[in-house]
């Protein structure tokens, strides 16, 4: 029967020399600790640590270690301890020698939508719907919203912001990051746009705080959309001409949030007089340093470039990078078997390995991922890799 201790530890099995063949663990003096553990040498499952097995005796033991030399020419040493002669260990592996089987995890971003919904949001796109209407339906139309399409795939959450006459500036309606979060997020989408302001310093500075009251998930990347049409006004109800103060405040705060791990990624809707200003904060919300080139500024001036930026901000951020729990040999990487629900992908087309846990799916492959609802990625590499 396999020991479950072999798809544990997975250390690679080495060849050893074939004179003046050293003491195993136990044998030497003195021996290691580790051969005075007691083990239940009747159980199915290996209780010693990493490196040893359970003899009749009912203590840990080693023959052998990977690069100890105690085994001798034609012999390995196998992932618990003990020498084996190689020709008895088949391309695929056996008990003493088995394919290391893993099950790669998503990365999964908390992405949250800084959303104006000033007065000029409800000025007509193309002689029909709303610049408002359309980012509501670029994002969460049941069909086709890209958030729709990729609520099982996100922390999506949501922060509408304006400034109305009366009341506290700015009025923020939020809706909590969440995975499957489409209908909520939809629903507070749902009313029109006021005759309103522009308080996006002060929106952005409230959206940078939610991940720190409510922290994402580790390992998480933490991305701000920010969609607006119009010029940052600051709060005392003011709406025509430039601030550039305010503008200087908004990308301030999008590079204090760099800083502390959180993307900004601006979009400007159906509008060019801000591009300058969005071009500084696309560059401090991505850590751009002087002299280096500008990050993207997504443009969403007539309906369907709106529904494409969004889909290429939000799309990628759904990363292809898949977390092994471990670590993977490069120069093994080309012999495993990958697959993508069940399906065998190909190295170096469909697939690489970057550094050393990290599996990173390619073109349709990675297509194929993000638009699956519930995919699956496991596979095989041959006896030797290591994963924990």
């Known amino acids: 029967m ?7 530890l997975l250390l690679i099995a ?25 083990c239940d040498p009747t159980g199915s499952t290996n209780t010693c ?37 190689s020709d008895q260990v088949p391309p695929g592996g056996n008990d003493m020698c088995p394919r290391v089987n893993f099950t790669a995890k998503p990365t999964t971003p908390s992405i949250l939508l800084l959303l104006d919904r000033s007065g000029s949001m409800g000025a007509s796109f193309d002689g029909d719907l709303s610049r408002w209407a359309v980012v509501r339906q670029a994002l969460t139309d049941p069909t086709t919203g890209i958030v729709s399409q990729l609520e099982a795939k996100a922390y999506f959450g949501s922060m509408i912001f304006e400034n109305i006459d009366a009341g506290t500036c700015p009025q923020l309606v939020t809706s909590p990051r ?84 959180i993307r900004t990624i601006p979009l400007s809707v159906a509008t060019s007089e801000q591009d300058v200003h969005l071009q500084r904060v696309a560059n401090r919300g991505a850590g ?37 729990n471990g670590s993977l040999d490069q120069t093994q990487a080309a012999g495993g078997d990958v697959r993508l629900n069940d399906r065998k992908l190909t190295f170096g087309t469909d697939w690489q390995l970057v550094g050393t846990n990290i599996i990173r799916l390619l073109g349709a492959s990675c297509t ?10 496991d596979g095989t590499f041959p006896c030797g890799v290591q994963i924990e």
Do not use: M, W
């Not at 270690?65 to 390995?76: A, E, H, S």
């Open 178 to 261: 969440a995975l499957n979060n489409a209908a909520v997020i939809r629903a507070a989408l749902a009313p029109d746009p006021n005759n309103s302001g522009t308080p996006t310093a002060k929106s952005l500075e409230a959206a940078v705080a939610t991940f720190a009251t409510s922290p994402a998930p580790a390992g998480s990347p933490k991305i701000i959309v920010l969609a607006t049409d119009g010029r940052p006004n600051p709060c005392n109800n003011s709406r025509d001409g430039d601030y550039p103060a305010e503008q200087l405040n908004v990308e301030n705060t999008a590079g204090a949030a760099y800083a502390a791990g």
């Open 49 to 85: 640590p990493g490196g040893f097995y359970c003899n009749p005796d009912g203590k840990c033991d080693a023959q052998c270690t990977p690069t100890g030399g105690q085994c001798g020419d034609g012999y390995l040493c196998t992932t618990d301890g003990h020498c084996v002669p």
């Open 14 to 38: 080495a060849g050893c020399g074939s004179s003046g063949l050293a003491a195993g663990p136990c044998d030497q003096v003195p021996p290691d600790p580790t051969c005075n553990i007691d």
């Open 2 to 8: 396999l020991r479950t201790s072999y798809l544990l």
């Open 288 to 324: 751009v340093q002087a002299g280096q080139p500008n990050a993207p500024l997504y443009k969403g001036d007539t309906p369907a470039n709106l529904k494409a930026a969004f889909e290429a901000i939000i799309g990628g951020a759904i990363s292809c990078d898949l977390t092994v």
């Open 368 to 377: 194929e991922l993000k638009n699956t609802p519930n995919p699956k990625v």
